[in-house]
């Protein structure tokens, strides 16, 4: 099954970097060598690995996903990544983002069914990769071998791989988080709002307050679910962003940090320098060198 896989995807993502496909829900993964680890932002999403390795660290966890685990994160993160791969054997993965409408279809549709046990909601979480979730993500690559089958059948594929996860080993925890248990659901809509609006003014204490919580109990849950504090993360999807404006759209360090929302150009640099380990336009060398439009994975 798995070198099935790695075939559909040597022609599927040719080359380094994201690869779109042909459904805007799905793109591939593919680097043909290491990557130490490297600050990255990623949207919710799930990410399957057929070949190759990676890790991904936040606060003190560490999250493996390979040929045996796949990632799923119900809440756009900023967390840090390495990889393992080679020319020989490079890193394949596809990464499917979830569309948080089919997925609360289907989970009033399994409620109607059954009920679970409770479980405490997770931002991430990486998963043993089963059986019939393996055939589910294998069928998804032959369909996006064509653009037919990509378009009729393509999505009904996915929404069979969202349920193979919802009905998995740590589904309920992904089900809790769309069931708004807790202040889960609060968290996810600032982070939501951070991610909308990064380039604005955003305020801790108003932040809290939108979803009436105090400062200290804000700062509690917010650090519950993404691992770090509100303006750790805020500065992190910031620079992110302002390292993709410069990679992507080939902005300078200036106009980058201006649009994600920096006046001083300064605080950029020394920020940027501090999460990235290098200067803003070392990083956008060293990256545009390594990859042709998109930063590590």
């Not at 849950?221 to 509100?230: I, N, Q």
């Not at 902005?251 to 803003?280: H, K």
Request: net charge positive; proline share 6%; with cysteine.
């Amino acid at each position: 099954m798995f070198n099935e896989m790695v075939s559909l995807l040597h022609e599927l993502a040719p080359k380094e970097g994201y690869t779109c496909s042909q459904l805007d829900t799905v793109r591939f993964m593919r680097s043909d060598h290491p990557i130490g680890r490297t600050a990255v932002l990623y949207e919710p999403c799930i990410v399957i690995v057929c070949q190759g390795y990676k890790r991904g660290y936040l606060a003190n966890r560490v999250y493996h996903y390979d040929k045996q685990h796949y990632l799923v994160l119900s809440v756009p993160l900023p967390f840090s990544t390495e990889t393992q791969a080679s020319p020989q054997e490079p890193l394949l993965a596809v990464s499917v983002r979830l569309d948080m409408l089919v997925l609360s279809e289907l989970v009033m549709e399994m409620d109607n069914a059954w009920v679970q046990p409770a479980t405490a909601p997770e931002g991430i979480m990486s998963t043993a990769l089963d059986p019939l979730l393996a055939d589910t993500t294998l069928r998804l690559l032959r369909a996006l071998m064509s653009p037919q089958e990509a378009k009729i059948i393509g999505p009904q594929i996915i929404r069979e791989l969202y349920y193979r996860v919802l009905v998995g080993e740590r589904g309920g925890a992904l089900r809790a988080a769309l069931a708004n248990q807790g202040q889960f659901a609060s968290i996810a809509r600032v982070l939501q709002r951070i991610h909308n609006h990064y380039s604005q003014p955003l305020h801790i204490h108003t932040l809290a307050g939108d979803i009436g919580l105090s400062v200290p109990a804000f700062h509690k849950h917010f650090k519950a679910v993404t691992g770090s504090s509100p303006l750790q993360y805020i500065k992190s999807v910031r620079l992110n962003q302002a390292r993709l404006l410069m990679i992507r759209d080939n902005q300078t360090a200036a106009g980058a940090a201006f649009s994600v929302g920096y006046e001083s150009p300064s605080q950029f640099n020394r920020e940027f320098r501090r999460l990235f380990g290098r200067s803003p336009g070392e990083e956008a060398r060293e990256m545009k060198a390594a990859f042709s439009i998109y930063p590590p994975i």
